[in-house]
């Protein structure tokens, strides 16, 4: 197969592109020709040598992908050759044959893109499981949503709307502002021009929000307590800033409020097969109904990986970038 490996940690020009050995489905497993990789910060990360690919998976950089499952491994029930998939992955998804577990596949309807399908898995499974399974916004509720124009963040703006929360989020420009409007946000806060706590509690009189999905980390957790309503949960997926961020434990016990963090790649392989069953319950039928699409920002071939990497870490892109084998 061909795929793109990272020789030693380094910048985007260490992604490089060759032959590799195909891999075997094991028990539970099935074999994807891949369409396309969603590409994930978190693979940055891993380039740069700071996140390796979890004990006993592929070396190869890549947490998702879409494609069409072309061999079975022994026990699995529910699947054929020939199915429209995509996948949550640990790693390996940076090639053209990718081994993924059943347990973690959804089914691509015919009336979506196969290829635009890779940018979903990633996303869906974060964003529900902190958003939704930890957090627990209800309808009626306020979602604030930091870096909306992201993978996440599209993501997470469309999930909340379509349960009935009103949104709310940060982005670096207007123009981003302006996606997320068009996902369904509608507390649009520039954070380089603006506070964010004022901004949120002059638009919601006062009250701040039920839940906030921060990858901010540090820098904004006294802030994101501050812009907390009442009973209001605080779910944290990333340290973009700082790992370590102050606290004043008096706002924490006065508006009795919740702070939650998780990993999803860390996770035991239970734990994620557990949510993508709710994202397939509870999630997929608004995929399913067009209610929730990937946003994507660019399709880039596999031979220019290095170009996908800068765009990211340059944050040029609005919503999922993929790599195309
Ligand atoms: N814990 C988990 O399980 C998990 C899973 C998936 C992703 N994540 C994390 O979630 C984050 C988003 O992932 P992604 O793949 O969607 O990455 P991405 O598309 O590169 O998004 C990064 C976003 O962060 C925003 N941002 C940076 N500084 C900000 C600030 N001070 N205030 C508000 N927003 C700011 C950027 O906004 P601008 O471009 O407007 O500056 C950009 O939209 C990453 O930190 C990733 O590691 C965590």
Known sequence: MRAISIPLPGGPEVLTLGEHPDPDPGPGQVLIEVAAAGVNRADVSQRLGHYPSPPGTSPLPG?????????????????????RVCALLPSGGYASLVVAEAALLLDVPDSMNLVDAAGLPETLATVW???????????????????????????????ARAHGALVATTAGTDEKLAACERLGAVILINYRTEDFVERLLDATDGRGADVILDAIGGA?????????APRGRLAIIGNQSA?????????????????HGSTLRARPSEEKAAIMASVRENVWPFVVAGQVVPV???????????RAHRRLEASEHIGKLLLIP
């Open 63 to 83: 947490m998702e992908v879409s494609g069409t499952i072309v061999a079975l491994g022994r026990g699995v029930v529910g699947r054929s050759i020939g199915d």
């Open 129 to 159: 499981s902190n958003v939704f399974m930890l957090a627990g916004l209800r309808a009626g509720e306020t979602l604030l949503v930091h870096g909306g124009s992201s993978g996440i963040g599209t993501t997470a703006i469309q999930l």
């Open 220 to 228: 904004y957790l006294d802030r994101n307590l501050n812009a907390l």
């Open 243 to 259: 790992a370590r961020g102050t606290v004043d434990v008096r706002t924490l016990m006065s508006k009795w409020l919740t702070i």
């Open 296 to 306: 994507i920002d660019q399709r880039i071939p596999f031979a220019e990986a290095a």
